[in-house]
C-alpha cells in the first residue's frame, strides 16, 4: 500500500493508503498553496445571504493566472476549437458569469476535505510504510478530483504539454530547478491512477 491507493475493506468499499510525513507534508503544502490560488469564497451568513448568493454574478472575463485558466477554462471555442469567435466570446463569458463562483466553492471544499484529511493523519501512529489514510467512495471522489486540479495546475506552471512523456520528465538532472516539483507531478499522477482504480466495478 506504500505510496498508492488500495481498495479498503468493509461494507462500504473506498480506498486505502500509507504516507510517511514527508508525503503528507507535500500533499498538504500543494492544497494548501492552490487553496490560496483559488482565493476565499463567500461566506453567506444568512438564508437571505444565501439566496442572493444564486443571483450574484461571477466574473466573464477568464482568470489572468494561467494555472487558474486551466482549471476554469471557457466552456466555448471557436468553429475549429482554435480561437474564439465573437458569439463564443460572448457564450464563454455568460457561462463563467453564472457557474465560475459554484465551480471555485467546490473545488474549495474538495481541497479542505484533503487537507483536513491530512491533518487528521497527525496523531496517529506511523506503522512501517506510514500513516494509514482510509476513504469513503465519497472522499475519494474529493481526493480523486483534487488530485487532478493539482496536477492541472503543477503542468502548467512547469508547462507541460500533452506530448510530454514521463521518459522525459523522469530524465530531468537533479541539478534542474524543476526536478522537485517535476517529480511531485509524477507521483500524484500515481496516486489518482490508484485511486481510480479503487473506484473501478
Known amino acids: 500500500m506504500a505510496g498508492y491507493f488500495e481498495r479498503a475493506g468493509g461494507e462500504g468499499g473506498g480506498a486505502a493508503v500509507a504516507l510517511d510525513e514527508i508525503e503528507i507534508s507535500i500533499l498538504r503544502s500543494l492544497a494548501v498553496q492552490l487553496l490560496e490560488l483559488i482565493g476565499p469564497g463567500e461566506r453567506a451568513e444568512s438564508v437571505g445571504d444565501e439566496l442572493d448568493a444564486l443571483f450574484t454574478e461571477g466574473p466573464s472575463e477568464p482568470p489572468s493566472d494561467p494555472a487558474l485558466a486551466r482549471l476554469f477554462p471557457d466552456a466555448y471555442h471557436g468553429p475549429d476549437d482554435g480561437d474564439q469567435d465573437e458569439r463564443s466570446q460572448q457564450y464563454s463569458a455568460e457561462f463563467r458569469r453564472f457557474t465560475e463562483g459554484d465551480l471555485r466553492a467546490g473545488k474549495r471544499e474538495n481541497l479542505l476535505r484533503v487537507i483536513r484529511a ?29 488530485l487532478n ?49 479503487t473506484l473501478l466495478p
Open 149 to 197: 486540479d493539482l496536477r492541472l495546475a503543477i503542468g502548467v506552471r512547469l508547462g507541460i504539454s500533452k506530448d510530454d512523456d514521463s521518459d522525459r520528465l523522469f530524465g530531468l538532472p537533479d541539478d534542474n530547478p524543476d526536478k522537485p516539483l517535476v517529480m511531485a507531478y509524477l507521483w500524484l499522477g500515481g496516486l489518482q491512477e490508484s485511486l481510480i482504480a
Open 118 to 146: 491530512l491533518d487528521g493523519l497527525s496523531g496517529q501512529e506511523n506503522g512501517p510504510g506510514g500513516a494509514v489514510l482510509t476513504l469513503t467512495p465519497d472522499d475519494s471522489q474529493a481526493w480523486l478530483r483534487t
